[in-house]
């Protein structure tokens, strides 16, 4: 495959969009953290509760649970509010963000507290689950360091950090972090978690176009590890400032 020097928005075919998180955008929650990939805009909160789900109750270990939805002006136009339950898209993502962030967690270390993450949309441009999990990882480690700061809990109860990315093909080429235009073109759509161990959380690929091969899924997982590496290292500086 050859690469075109620039994109729509003007980006080389393995670039991540602008990347800026706010830590501490909402006072209330224990972690709250603004991303915002290019046009994409998330706001991640962590809420700490000193108790779990009746499932759990008496078993000494904890659980991590999270929320997605879109604000109505999210999008180009408005999208109606879920009051009549969810949408199948919604349920998935917030699956998908619990499963990725529980991954981050030794919940047996944590105890019988329960987290729960809610990831807001308020600008939609494409990305906006992996958004959510590269962003509500920040939040969340926010969330914690007061307990282990205080001695409540120990550092181990982080395991890896998480992070996430979406990858394409869009007119025969291989893109990384693909804006809503892109992804609204796609040939092959994938959505890649890891941890900070380069391992592989969750893999979400299709061929909406066209059919792909093995070459070109290597490919593709080659540039999803790199563009996550890269969020990997956004995060650490976050945390680290």
């Known amino acids: 495959m050859t690469h075109p020097k620039t994109r729509i928005d003007g980006r080389k075919h393995n670039e991540l969009r602008p990347v800026v ?4 955008y909402v ?8 991303i915002e990939m290019g046009k994409t805009r998330v706001l991640c909160n962590v809420s700490l509760q000193k108790k779990v789900p009746a499932w759990l109750a008496g078993k000494g270990r904890g659980w991590l649970t999270a929320e997605y939805a879109m604000l109505p002006r999210a999008t180009h136009t408005r999208t109606p509010r ?8 919604t349920q998935e993502i917030r699956r998908l963000i619990g499963r990725s962030l529980r ?12 987290i729960t993450v809610d990831c807001d949309v308020i600008q939609a ?7 959510s999990i590269t962003g509500a990882y920040v939040a969340l480690v926010l969330a914690l360091r007061g307990l282990i700061n205080s001695g409540e809990l120990p550092e181990t109860v982080l395991k890896s950090p998480v992070a996430a990315v979406s990858i394409g ?4 080429e291989p893109y990384l972090d693909l804006c809503y235009e892109e992804d609204s073109q ?5 959505n890649v978690v890891m941890d900070g161990e380069g391992r592989f ?19 593709l997982l080659d540039m999803a590890r790199d563009g996550i590496q890269e969020l990997l290292n956004i995060q650490r500086t976050v945390l680290d400032n």
Request: proline share 3%.
């Open 201 to 219: 959380i969750e893999v979400q690929g299709t061929a909406e176009g066209a059919p792909f091969d093995r070459k070109t899924l290597d490919k």
């Open 125 to 131: 441009d494409g990305g906006t689950r992996t958004a």
């Open 27 to 34: 006072d209330y929650p224990e972690g709250s953290v603004l």
């Open 103 to 114: 991954m981050a967690l030794d919940l047996e270390v944590l105890g019988e507290r329960m």
């Open 82 to 89: 879920e009051t009549k339950g969810l949408k199948g898209r």
């Open 21 to 24: 998180m706010t830590i501490d």
């Open 169 to 172: 093909i869009v007119n025969s």
């Open 186 to 190: 796609v040939d092959v759509d994938f």
